[in-house]
């Protein structure tokens, strides 16, 4: 299987992300929001996997690569949380 590993890598960060802001919309929407755009700004990082293996990596991650995603997942929260676009 070929999988974007960092879309696990997103997945994995963001509720720690998430915690530093805790007046922003955290519903679906918003998220996945957060989620698509975090991915548009990080390069993707395709693996080919065998079922489980890809979580055992992600503590292997260097320090500056983890930097870069909270980088821009705390981009990505400024522009939805300015601009949410779920139904109010
Ligand atoms: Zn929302």
Same mark, same amino acid.
């Given at each position: 299987m070929i999988r974007n590993y960092?879309?696990?890598?997103?997945?994995?960060?963001?509720?720690?992300? *998430?915690?530093k802001y805790p007046g922003i919309c955290k519903?679906?929407?918003?998220?996945?929001?957060?989620?698509?755009?975090? *991915?548009n700004n990080l390069?993707? *990082?395709?693996?080919?996997t065998?079922?489980?293996t890809i979580y055992s990596r992600l503590n292997? *991650?260097?320090q500056q690569f983890k930097?870069?995603?909270i980088s821009k997942l705390t981009q990505a929260i400024e522009?939805?949380?300015k601009?949410?676009?779920h139904n109010l």
């Open positions: 960092m879309e696990y890598i997103v997945e994995e960060n963001l509720p720690l992300v *998430l915690d519903c679906e929407k918003c998220t996945d929001d957060i989620k698509a755009i975090a *991915l390069k993707p *990082l395709y693996v080919v065998e079922k489980g292997e *991650l260097n930097t870069d995603i522009v939805v949380s601009n949410p676009k």
